[in-house]
């Protein structure tokens, strides 16, 4: 789990990362986009990533052509044509599950959230932050990964859960600039508070108050001040000659997207590719910084997301996904795969292309790997480390399962991919407009229906059909070898599993951001309404 160090408020989707000698940055273009980046001062590695952006599909994060913003021959180029030239990209999938996530599942959200639960509806954050015993009186985690964060100070933007263990300085960060959602609203302060922005401990304002959207324009400065806290934060530890890690997650491209002012109307791909050029300038910006303070090559960036475009908002308020199936929300292609840049200079080859396939909790254990530390031995750690791949281009084969809920939905080993339960959306959704795979429809596989595969999965050659059109036949010699790989990976998987205690199963309006911390010196607190606690209910 990776709270956002120092930086800005984010949905997950696409990520992208760089690298450089003086520490980890994590840079986010927009939610379903997102980086990290890991810097070592002093020979001592730190992570700092710079954020993850919300909702970008493979295709706009530049992952085959870096190609989006600024008009060039009928294209858009974007600065990310630099780290695609000079880092290493993934085109095998790179995987966020965010919208699926198991109990254990790897989110950057603190908690891990599912897509029933956000501002938008009950169970958001507790009205205030409790310190808790289990932590040191300045709110650190003295566990191992702990450790690696002692000296320094990181900034968080991600969802937070209405739990105060969740706050990020609990989970080892130095500082937060961020909000604990993505910039849902504006609500009325009555049946509904606006979501808070915090610095570190309290709020320093509200979305839509102090921090305006412009919901008929699509004009927001939201990006431009995260991206200053970002540069403000790397210059500061710079100065004092301080390893760092930045975890930078802006959320401009998840619904309802925006820009600033100078980025509206400059993209063909209407506000959401606003939304992206000016993410991709802000990153660009951070990288120029990095090279400017002579950290570049001992700093290391990660650029990605936390799921596949969302199609349903598409194409104003939201990406594409390419050739691959459907969007988020579901399990396809569509909705898991994101886009992942490895920048180091001097380290990660340039122009390097990998097939090994990743997620994001490889992050976890890749970060503890660039600062020398083993990964907690006390429990089952499902993250891989990825420098070998990336430094050395050793493969990994690894199963990747595929969850909605705590259903199983598909497996991928190698290049093959098994679904075991097949399902878009609702009819009654889908008939409501509610469209999770716009223009795709593929017989038995795009159903409005849960349809059980589990006895004969549907199994798709990833390489050969990307897009999840034509399961291989079951009398065929290589259905019957993939499920033979595939069948064993599930049941040691099945066997291994601990069961989780549901964190976000309990919805209270009255457990809001009507009075977060810091209100009553702003004049920003609001009564809560009665307590009326309820199972929460999410039709996906």
């Avoid at 501002?119 to 985690?141: A, H, L, M, S, Y």
Wanted: with cysteine; proline share 9%; net charge neutral.
């Amino acid at each position: 789990m990776w709270p956002v160090v120092r930086c800005a408020a984010m949905c997950l989707h696409d990520i992208r990362v760089a690298v450089g000698a003086a520490g980890l940055v994590f840079p986010g273009a927009a939610p379903d986009v997102g980086a990290a980046v890991l810097s070592s001062g002093g020979g001592l590695a730190t992570l700092s990533p710079p954020g993850l952006p919300s909702g970008l599909g493979a295709v706009d994060a530049c992952m085959d052509t870096c190609a989006l913003g600024g008009r060039s021959g009928g294209q858009e180029v974007l600065s990310c044509a630099e780290p695609c030239a000079h880092g290493a990209r993934w085109l095998r999938p790179w995987l966020f599950c965010h919208v699926s996530p198991r109990t254990e599942g790897g989110s950057l959200h603190l908690p891990m959230l599912s897509p029933a639960d956000g501002v938008g509806r009950p169970g958001g954050i507790r009205r205030t932050f409790q310190r808790d015993p289990k932590f040191g009186p300045d709110g650190r985690r003295r566990d191992a990964f702990s450790k690696l964060l002692l000296s320094q100070p990181p900034v968080l933007t991600v969802h937070l859960g209405h739990r105060p263990r969740f706050h990020p300085l609990r989970h080892g960060f130095d500082e937060w600039f961020g909000s604990p959602n993505c910039h849902f609203g504006p609500y009325d302060g009555r049946a509904q508070p606006n979501i808070p922005v915090y610095r570190d401990w309290e709020m320093v304002g509200r979305y839509y108050e102090e921090f305006p959207i412009n919901l008929k324009t699509g004009e927001a400065n939201l990006t431009q001040v995260y991206l200053q806290e970002a540069l403000d934060f790397i210059k500061r530890q710079q100065a004092d000659k301080r390893p760092f890690f930045l975890y930078w997650a802006v959320d401009a491209t998840h619904a309802p997207v925006y820009a600033s002012r100078p980025f509206l109307g400059t993209s063909q791909r209407g506000r959401y590719g606003d939304a992206v050029r000016e993410i991709d300038d802000s990153v660009g910006k951070i990288l120029q910084l990095l090279r400017d303070l002579r950290i570049a090559e001992a700093t290391f960036v990660f650029f990605t997301s936390d799921n596949g475009a969302a199609l349903i908002s598409a194409p104003q308020q939201g990406g594409s996904n390419g050739p691959f199936l459907c969007g988020k929300q579901t399990t396809f292609e569509g909705g898991m795969r994101e886009p992942a840049i490895a920048w180091w200079p001097g380290r990660v080859p340039a122009g390097q292309v990998s097939h090994q396939q990743g997620t994001l909790m490889d992050l976890f254990t890749t970060s503890l790997s660039l600062a020398g530390l083993a990964p907690p031995s006390d429990r089952v750690i499902d993250g891989l480390d990825l420098l070998p791949a990336m430094l050395r281009g050793r493969l990994t084969d690894r199963p990747i399962f595929y969850y909605r809920g705590n259903t199983l939905m598909a497996v991928t080993l190698g290049q093959h991919k098994a679904h075991f339960w097949t399902w878009t959306n609702s009819w009654e959704e889908f008939r409501q407009g509610v469209d999770f795979c716009p223009g795709q429809n593929v017989s038995g596989v795009t159903t409005h229906t849960q349809e059980e595969h589990t006895r004969l999965p549907l199994i798709f050659h990833l390489g050969r059909d990307p897009g999840e059109r034509f399961p291989l036949s079951f009398a065929s010699t290589e259905y019957l070898a993939a499920l033979g790989a595939i069948a064993p990976a599930v049941q040691q998987h099945q066997k291994t599993l601990v069961p989780g205690q549901p964190q976000l199963n309990v919805c209270d309006q009255a457990v809001m951001n009507w009075a977060p911390p810091g209100c009553k010196k702003l004049g920003k607190c609001l009564t809560p309404p009665e307590s009326t606690p309820e199972k929460c209910s999410w039709p996906h």
